[in-house]
């Protein structure tokens, strides 16, 4: 497992963000590994799937198996976002499904056993304006991930 600094991280998530041909209306969460060469050049192969993307972390036994032979792993799932209306809590009970003022996403997130963390989210309507964090998402998503990660390192 190939350790990144800072600069190689957020370049190899852009590189999977430039790379992964994931539908924003898919109806599966994916699972993919990412192998690295030496001049850190990448390769995505699927790994699994399932309609829920919880069901796919949380119990399928190939995916476990198969996070400690990719340098990193990364999940793609999509859905709705709607923003947050801070002056009146009433709007902010509707599914982001439902909003009016939806948008459709896809969600990249990547992780490896050496701890680190990374997504990109996208919208449907401004795909070519990706949003990228690296380390600091919070979230039932993000902790189950890292309990795939942390269970397989073991």
Request: with cysteine.
């Amino acid at each position: 497992m190939k350790k990144l600094n800072e600069f190689q991280f957020e370049t190899v998530l852009k590189t999977i963000y430039n790379n992964l041909n994931y539908p924003f209306d898919s109806s599966k969460a994916e699972a993919f590994g990412v192998t690295l060469d030496d001049d850190y050049s990448v390769k995505i192969t699927p790994i699994a799937s399932d309609g829920d993307i919880y069901n796919l972390i949380n119990y399928d036994v190939e995916l476990k198996n198969s996070v400690k032979l990719y340098d990193l792993i990364t999940f793609a799932t999509c859905g709705w976002a709607a923003p947050i209306d801070k002056s009146n809590d009433e709007n902010n009970e509707v599914a982001p499904s439902k909003h009016p003022e939806r948008r459709r996403v896809r969600l990249l997130t990547t992780a490896s056993i050496n701890n680190q963390f990374g997504s990109s989210i996208s919208f449907k309507d401004n795909p070519d304006e990706p949003v990228f964090d690296f380390g600091n998402a919070r979230g039932a998503l993000a902790d189950a991930i890292k309990e795939l990660i942390n269970s397989a390192a073991e």
